[in-house]
């Protein structure tokens, strides 16, 4: 079993900045993939960045958050600056890839980090 632990979220005015940490943990054979979703009230859960290796984004955070990952350590961080209150949502962990004992790839979840973005 691979546990996903978020932490770094909070309130933060708009212009602000916050850094997101996700640390896994567990009975891990190998992950590849590593991201972040977010969920607002009422809205369906968006995919805002990923890293593979390589890095993606969301058109609306691109040019504002940074994902990075340490892959001594199975964690992955999401800097995000300029934050706007259209920012504000619980953010999720992910991480795509194998426990020992799974015979295929699975996505596993963190229990998510609210991120608050006053006006």
């Known amino acids: 079993q691979v546990q996903l632990v978020e932490s770094g979220g909070g309130l933060v005015q708009a212009g602000g900045s916050l850094r997101l940490s996700c640390a896994a943990s567990?009975?891990?054979?190998?992950?590849?993939?590593m991201g972040w979703y977010r969920q607002a009230p009422g809205n369906q859960r968006e995919w805002v960045a990923g890293?593979?290796?390589?890095?993606n984004y969301a058109n609306s955070v691109k040019g504002r958050f940074t994902i990075s990952r340490d892959n001594t350590k199975n964690t992955v961080y999401l800097q995000m600056n300029s934050l706007r209150p259209e920012d504000t949502a619980r953010y999720y962990c992910?991480?795509?890839?194998?426990?020992?004992?799974?015979?295929?790839?699975?996505?596993?979840w963190g229990q998510g980090t609210q991120v608050t973005v006053s006006s």
């Open positions: 992910y991480a795509d890839g194998y426990g020992f004992g799974d015979s295929a790839p699975r996505r596993y």
């Open positions: 567990g009975s891990i054979f190998r992950l590849n993939a």
């Open positions: 890293s593979t290796g390589n890095t």
